[in-house]
């Protein structure tokens, strides 16, 4: 009973000390809101970003207007991004691990410009951010997108902290504003195109990813892709995959991954053949490509989802065969042993008899 209740308080201490050892996670919520000043030129005042009539050279100033209901004063960095289209097929206007495609003639990073680094929203108090816009000087079709985020410079110094200290908990909280530019009402004809394949990873997880690429100044709308992988000059389909109702920022690609769903990357030529969709337009892709077995051989290595071997077990396996091949080997010399012990007993005995008769 003694030693039940000693090791039920060791028991109590080390998880009272583990505890201890666990990153503290604090709740964040944002100080300050924020809504868009909206123009005259605004395309659609029902809009809560700036979707702008723009001219060619024009110079804008565009307002943000920020207020801050806390008893401390809030210091807001601003920043502009271009609109890009991450791999669940949804379009991003903030910060984006997604770079600017190729494709883009005009950068809205070049175009909108924040007038502060920083500004300051006083305690319950309110400001504006002034972003100066200025267009290109050639005329251009379609539209120019991107976002401005807003992110208190507070937050961002706790990010840089956690990251000093070690941690993987990142929160991040933000505003971001979209911005639309326009210039004309021309229609842009619409284009896709498969730029590569390839093996890669989602989540730690193997996956083919067949990107995608938006060549033109306009938006995808209700894209849906189908897409199969099979061997090279084979029918037989190895993986495939279905998705509807993404969205293509303009002038953007991204990933679409193909799940291999728990198998482990074969080496060898396969084809992907895609049938993609968007406002009642299709494209058909086929388009052959390799997975050498390097690539294969650390992609499958560092796979969550893959059964991996227990080597252990087989040794083990392979021990105890061992061991009962040796048990039986010593068994069966320990028995002829006794039988040889017996037979030389009887013989012993026949020869005391026979000389007992003598």
């Given at each position: 009973?003694?030693?039940l209740?000693?090791?039920?308080?060791?028991?109590?201490?080390?998880?009272?000390?583990?505890?201890?050892?666990?990153?503290?996670?604090?709740?964040?919520?944002?100080?300050?809101?924020?809504?868009?000043?909206?123009p005259?030129?605004?395309?659609?005042?029902?809009?809560?970003?700036?979707?702008?009539?723009?001219?060619?050279?024009?110079?804008?100033?565009?307002?943000?207007?920020?207020?801050?209901?806390?008893?401390?004063?809030?210091?807001?960095?601003?920043?502009?991004?271009?609109?890009?289209?991450?791999?669940?097929?949804?379009v991003?206007?903030?910060?984006?691990?997604?770079?600017?495609?190729?494709?883009?003639?005009?950068?809205?990073?070049?175009?909108?410009?924040?007038?502060?680094?920083?500004?300051?929203?006083?305690?319950n108090?309110?400001?504006?951010?002034?972003?100066?816009?200025?267009?290109?000087?050639?005329?251009?079709?379609?539209?120019?997108?991107?976002?401005?985020?807003?992110?208190?410079?507070?937050?961002?110094?706790?990010?840089?902290?956690?990251?000093?200290?070690?941690?993987?908990?990142?929160?991040?909280?933000?505003?971001?504003?979209?911005?639309?530019?326009?210039?004309?009402?021309?229609?842009?004809?619409?284009?896709?195109?498969?730029?590569?394949?390839?093996?890669?990873?989602v989540?730690?997880?193997?996956?083919?990813?067949a990107?995608?690429?938006?060549?033109?100044?306009?938006?995808?709308?209700?894209?849906?892709?189908?897409?199969?992988?099979?061997?090279?000059?084979?029918?037989?389909?190895?993986?495939?995959?279905?998705?509807?109702?993404?969205?293509?920022?303009?002038?953007?690609?991204?990933?679409?991954?193909?799940?291999?769903?728990?198998?482990?990357?074969?080496?060898?030529?396969?084809?992907?053949?895609?049938t993609?969709?968007?406002?009642?337009?299709?494209?058909?892709?086929?388009?052959?490509?390799?997975?050498?077995?390097?690539?294969?051989?650390k992609?499958?290595?560092t796979?969550?989802?893959?059964?991996?071997?227990?080597?252990?077990?087989?040794?083990?396996?392979?021990?105890?065969f061992?061991?009962?091949?040796?048990?039986?080997?010593?068994?069966?010399?320990?028995?002829?042993?006794?039988?040889?012990?017996?037979?030389?007993?009887?013989?012993?005995?026949?020869?005391?008899?026979?000389?007992?008769?003598?």
């Amino acid at each position: 009973m003694l030693k039940l209740k000693r090791l039920w308080i060791f028991s109590l201490i080390l998880f009272i000390s583990l505890v201890g050892f666990m990153p503290k996670v604090e709740a964040s919520e944002l100080k300050f809101s924020v809504e868009p000043v909206l123009p005259e030129n605004q395309r659609s005042k029902g809009h809560t970003y700036f979707d702008l009539n723009m001219k060619q050279n024009q110079k804008q100033t565009l307002k943000v207007h920020m207020r801050n209901d806390t008893d401390k004063e809030v210091i807001v960095k601003p920043s502009i991004h271009a609109a890009t289209t991450n791999i669940n097929g949804v379009v991003e206007y903030g910060e984006s691990n997604t770079k600017v495609d190729e494709t883009i003639q005009y950068n809205i990073e070049d175009i909108v410009k924040s007038s502060v680094d920083e500004i300051k929203v006083p305690a319950n108090g309110e400001t504006d951010l002034d972003l100066n816009v200025q267009m290109p000087e050639a005329k251009f079709k379609g539209v120019l997108a991107g976002g401005i985020t807003l992110e208190e410079k507070e937050a961002e110094k706790k990010e840089e902290k956690n990251k000093a200290q070690g941690l993987a908990i990142e929160n991040k909280y933000a505003y971001v504003v979209a911005v639309v530019l326009h210039e004309s009402e021309e229609k842009v004809a619409s284009e896709l195109k498969l730029a590569k394949v390839e093996p890669g990873q989602v989540n730690v997880r193997n996956v083919i990813n067949a990107t995608i690429q938006n060549t033109q100044p306009k938006y995808m709308n209700q894209l849906s892709v189908n897409t199969k992988i099979t061997k090279k000059g084979e029918k037989e389909v190895l993986y495939s995959s279905e998705k509807e109702g993404m969205q293509m920022a303009p002038n953007s690609s991204f990933d679409y991954p193909v799940s291999l769903k728990g198998e482990a990357l074969k080496p060898g030529k396969y084809t992907l053949d895609m049938t993609a969709t968007s406002m009642k337009q299709d494209w058909h892709f086929t388009q052959d490509f390799e997975i050498k077995a390097d690539v294969a051989k650390k992609l499958n290595k560092t796979d969550v989802s893959i059964k991996k071997e227990n080597n252990w077990m087989y040794l083990l396996i392979a021990l105890l065969f061992i061991l009962i091949i040796i048990l039986l080997v010593v068994l069966l010399f320990k028995k002829k042993k006794e039988k040889q012990v017996n037979t030389n007993k009887g013989k012993l005995k026949k020869k005391k008899k026979k000389n007992k008769s003598r």
